[in-house]
């Protein structure tokens, strides 16, 4: 399986623990690479091998990986975060509790990924907590980054980070540790957030199981939930990023309501965006064509603002 070194972690009461990442490659190395980077609690499989496929025969090298505290990267074990405080401060405005890493470090963790490969330079792409962390990574690694993708994600500022009720509490319900029970609660989860008219229960039910046999690492939640929480917003560094930006999000997204995709795009100077209809918090197959369409012609066109 191929694995890169890409950072490292220096714990409290621990030696250093390098971060190495599970990736993967699609397509040509001598295309042009593309970077997918993934949401919130979600492994590589989440990128659907289809969809990665059709972006490569569209002429993208596509990379994608495991996030650390996820899959078969590095999990930080027995590393302690408040969740309650974190969501406290950052609810209130005040000092942030110390947590183990943010989504600069997301990003910084890409980046070396990038070097691992050699490539300079990439578009990049994420989706839900991937779209945060790919914001993060054009604003702190312009150079690296050729184009921005953000889909079905935010800025992180206060009444545009909104969910519905019942969205929110089933992101944040604990999971089951039973195989069975896991796959059950999963797909009702899914359910509540994903495209009502495409979604697919058995589709649901079969990646919830693959996750599972692959890696099932609750832990490293709270810690990937702390870096969301507790990095702050990116307005100011949105409004002064150069890097040519599209934003895609669903028209019926209840877990990131669609207002954080506007903002996105409001913010960054020259962004388009595409609100798709029919799409809530997922990438369902029969929009692939859409947002495979878009992906590649913003990757193609577009150009550095001046």
């Not at 993208?60 to 975060?81: A, C, I, K, P």
Request: aromatic share 8%.
């Amino acid at each position: 399986m191929p694995f890169a070194s890409v950072n490292q972690f220096a714990g409290t009461d621990q030696d250093d623990t390098e971060i190495r990442l599970y990736y993967e490659t699609h397509g040509n190395p001598a295309d042009p690479a593309l970077l997918l980077v993934n949401g919130y609690s979600s492994q590589i499989i989440a990128w659907f091998e289809g969809f990665r496929e059709q972006l490569a025969e569209r002429g993208r090298f596509v990379v994608s990986f495991d996030n650390r505290d996820v899959g078969q990267s590095t999990h930080l074990d027995g590393v302690e975060v408040d969740l309650a405080a974190v969501a406290t401060a950052a609810a209130a405005g005040t000092a942030m509790p110390p947590i183990p890493y943010t989504l600069s470090t997301f990003g910084d963790d890409a980046v070396g990924l990038l070097d691992h490969l050699g490539i300079p330079a990439a578009h990049i792409a994420g989706s839900s907590m991937g779209g945060m962390i790919v914001q993060q990574m054009a604003i702190d690694h312009p150079e690296r980054v050729l184009t921005m993708t953000s889909i079905m994600s935010t800025t992180g500022e206060p009444g545009y980070f909104e969910a519905s009720p019942e969205a929110a509490a089933a992101l944040m319900a604990p999971w089951p540790t039973d195989r069975d029970e896991f796959i059950a609660a999963g797909v009702a989860s899914r359910k509540i957030s994903a495209s009502r008219r495409y979604f697919d229960p058995d589709l649901a039910a079969k990646l919830l199981a693959d996750s599972y046999d692959r890696m099932f690492y609750p832990e490293g939640l709270d810690r990937q939930m702390a870096a969301v929480r507790g990095s702050g917003h990116r307005a100011e560094g949105l409004r002064n990023l150069a890097v040519p930006t599209l934003v895609i999000h669903g028209r019926e997204d209840p877990l990131i309501m669609p207002n954080g995709g506007e903002r996105t795009a409001e913010l960054v100077p020259g962004a388009n965006l595409l609100l798709v209809g029919d799409m809530g918090h997922d990438l369902p197959k029969p929009l692939w064509p859409i947002i495979i369409d878009a992906i590649i012609s913003h990757t193609a066109h577009a150009s550095p603002r001046r």
